[in-house]
Nanobody, 119 residues
Framework: DVQLVESGGGLVQPGGSLRLSCAAS????????LSWVRQAPGKELEWVST????????YYSDFVKGRFTISRDNTENMLYLQLNSLTTEDTAMYYC????????????RGQGTQVTVSS
């Protein structure tokens, strides 16, 4: 079975940083395009970033571009998201997901890790 387990979230002050991790199993990792998505309280799920199967290309939503960095380790089946210059608007549950930037239909995602930005 596909498993995606996120970690690394927490409480951080505005301007701070976090590194999220996602441990993956149950599928052929290096053939999967992967993304991070997030959901803030009372808001819809929104796409954050995507990385191609070999990690050579990355894509970011406008609201995180220049602040977040997605990466992957295909030898360890790990996906990462470095979050810098965090603002209160970044407060959300963050999920790793097996999907590209655009998606139709269902896709697998983990249980999420909570990021809270507050002073």
């Amino acid at each position: 079975d596909v498993q995606l387990v996120e970690s690394g979230g927490g409480l951080v002050q505005p301007g701070g940083s976090l590194r999220l991790s996602c441990a993956a199993s149950g599928f052929i990792f290096n053939t999967a395009r992967l993304s991070w998505v997030r959901q803030a309280p009372g808001k819809e799920l929104e796409w954050v970033s995507t990385i191609t199967e070999d990690g050579s290309r990355t894509y970011y939503s406008d609201f995180v571009k220049g602040r977040f960095t997605i990466s992957r380790d295909n030898t360890e089946n790990m996906l990462y998201l470095q979050l810098n210059s965090l603002t209160t608007e970044d407060t959300a549950m963050y999920y790793c997901a097996i999907r590209g930037r655009y998606v139709s239909g269902d896709y697998s995602r983990g249980q999420g890790t909570q990021v809270t930005v507050s002073s």
